[in-house]
């Protein structure tokens, strides 16, 4: 079981970078609790506002809108574990997400693949994944797996079962993956049964975990609750991921992005946990700034590094694991 070096530490000596006081972070705390309470969040599933309902936030059912009160935000946080655990197929590639370690995995998702015997720059097939797994499971620096491409040549309706096969018959390690929606997510975890050798053996080591995004601002659409609550009901991982942009779907400043953010994660960690108390959850961050010349995201850029360090600082706060893109 893998344990990497711990980062973000305070250290006596040496350089470091702190993005956000403490009183910075309680402050964009009590600012995110603030929208969720007052402005709310739209959700577009109607078992997910049943969830939301039950668990005593205020559903208005002809807009779709939920305000959530902050102790019931809070007490979903405090019921996320701060440990989580991702299982791969061979024991040695198991990783403990904890605290402040640092793992590394390969990005998704490739829309065009450099063709390695002819030069030629084209969309990527299914064989091209079963490629680009073999090539990551090979490598000693990626932790973890997470499809780098997907099954242009199949059909895209069905495509996350392609990809998932692609994925978890050629590495080792453990495997992330977007499955589209909650249907397809229990199909990949009956494929990912298989492997593991039945219910029982991939219940003590689910070899897989589900990637979701809230769509910015402010909103959980049906896929989007479906993901989150399949996650929890199997007690399989849940990286909520949020992918707002600054000056584009969120506000230009950087706290004002921080606040949008966090209330489009902290929603959706609170309907994980209002589904299954305990689940295990990821708080993610695809978040950037805009380039105001294309209406592009921007990546490997100034903004970017401190809107990803801000984020995993938010996520220290809360004692939950955190998956932070790079640039």
Request: glycine letters at 8%; one cysteine or more.
């Amino acid at each position: 079981m893998k344990r990497n070096f711990h980062a973000g530490i305070q250290l006596s000596a040496g350089l470091s970078l702190n993005i956000l006081t403490d009183d910075e972070v309680e402050q964009i705390h009590l600012g995110t609790l603030e929208l969720l309470d007052q402005t709310g969040i739209y959700v577009e599933d109607e078992k997910a506002l049943d969830r939301f309902e039950a668990g005593g936030a205020n559903v208005d059912r002809d807009s779709r809108v939920v305000k959530i009160p902050p102790f019931v935000v809070e007490e979903a946080i405090r019921s996320a574990p701060s440990k989580v655990i991702l299982p791969g197929r061979d024991p040695k590639h198991d990783l403990v997400l904890e605290g402040k370690r640092v793992h590394f995995t390969n990005f998704s998702e490739g829309i065009l693949v450099n063709d390695p015997h002819t030069g030629e720059s084209r969309e990527p097939l299914k064989k091209d994944l079963v490629e680009s797994a073999r090539v990551i499971d090979y490598l000693d620096e990626i932790d973890f797996c997470e499809k780098a491409l997907g099954a242009h040549d199949e059909d895209q309706l069905s495509v996350p079962l392609h990809n998932a096969e692609a994925y978890l018959t050629n590495t080792t390690k453990h495997c992330a993956f977007g499955p589209g929606n909650g249907k397809l997510l229990n199909k990949i975890i009956e494929m990912a049964t298989a492997i593991a050798g039945g219910v029982k053996k991939f219940k003590e080591r689910p070899l897989v975990s589900f990637t979701t995004c809230p769509v910015s601002p402010l909103k959980l659409i049906t896929d989007c609750c479906e993901i989150i609550m399949e996650s929890a009901r199997n007690n399989v991982v849940c990286n909520i991921l949020s992918m707002a942009m600054a000056g584009g779907t969120s506000p230009a400043t950087l706290a004002g992005t921080l606040v949008t953010h966090n209330a489009e994660i902290l929603s959706g960690l609170t309907l994980s946990q209002l589904t299954r108390k305990g689940a295990p959850v990821i708080y993610g961050s695809s978040t950037t700034a805009m380039d105001l010349k294309l209406a592009a995201a921007t990546v490997g850029t100034p903004e970017c590094a401190l809107i990803s360090g801000a984020v995993a600082r938010l996520a220290r706060r809360y004692l939950l694991p955190s998956y932070v893109a790079g640039g």
